[in-house]
């Protein structure tokens, strides 16, 4: 047998410390370790991701880096300098708040709807946002959660 071989079949048939080098995904999930992966995760897809809190001028808890591509930065999401509102092209703001109000409303779980946003240097950019909604115990919206990804123009 090949020493590269011996060593494998030693690595894989040393269990004494699994235990402490795998642990179940119930004890890291929630961790700092688990929260970071997510991001990173989220951070290289090529859609943008956000959680907001479902209110009205609800600050946004969490959105994804490549916010940049459409020249915002996510700081200024997360200090609330920005609201989501904000990006949305003013025509389309009330008919987008409007889907979202009766999407909440009449209990609905997920919805997507189309819209314009204005980027970070003024063009117009057609987007399509795909929204969870997360509810409390009681059926009330507590987070909006979803992906916001550019499309072709309508």
Same mark, same amino acid.
């Given at each position: 047998?090949?020493?590269?071989?011996?060593?494998?079949?030693?690595?894989?048939?040393?269990?004494?410390?699994?235990?402490? &080098?795998?642990?179940?995904?119930?004890?890291?999930?929630?961790?700092?370790?688990?929260?970071?992966?997510?991001?990173?995760?989220?951070?290289?897809?090529?859609?943008?991701?956000?959680?907001?809190?479902?209110?009205?001028?609800?600050?946004?808890?969490?959105?994804?880096?490549?916010?940049?591509?459409?020249?915002?930065?996510?700081?200024?999401?997360?200090?609330? &300098?920005?609201?989501?509102?904000?990006?949305?092209?003013?025509?389309?703001?009330?008919?987008?708040?409007?889907?979202?109000?009766?999407?909440?409303?009449?209990?609905?779980?997920?919805?997507?709807?189309?819209?314009?946003?204005?980027?970070?240097?003024?063009?117009?950019?057609?987007?399509?946002?795909?929204?969870?909604?997360?509810?409390?115990?009681?059926?009330?919206?507590?987070?909006?959660?979803?992906?916001?990804?550019?499309?072709?123009?309508?």
């Amino acid at each position: 047998m090949a020493r590269h071989e011996v060593e494998f079949e030693e690595q894989i048939s040393l269990e004494d410390n699994y235990d402490e &080098k795998v642990k179940p995904v119930d004890t890291i999930r929630g961790s700092e370790m688990y929260v970071r992966a997510l991001e990173k995760l989220v951070n290289h897809m090529p859609v943008v991701a956000f959680v907001r809190e479902a209110r009205e001028g609800g600050m946004v808890e969490f959105i994804s880096d490549n916010i940049s591509e459409f020249g915002y930065r996510a700081e200024d999401f997360h200090s609330g &300098k920005l609201a989501y509102g904000d990006m949305i092209d003013p025509e389309d703001a009330a008919g987008a708040l409007l889907e979202l109000q009766e999407n909440a409303r009449e209990g609905a779980y997920d919805f997507v709807q189309t819209y314009r946003i204005r980027t970070g240097d003024g063009q117009v950019k057609w987007v399509q946002e795909n929204t969870c909604i997360f509810r409390n115990d009681e059926g009330r919206p507590v987070y909006y959660t979803g992906t916001l990804k550019e499309i072709k123009e309508q």
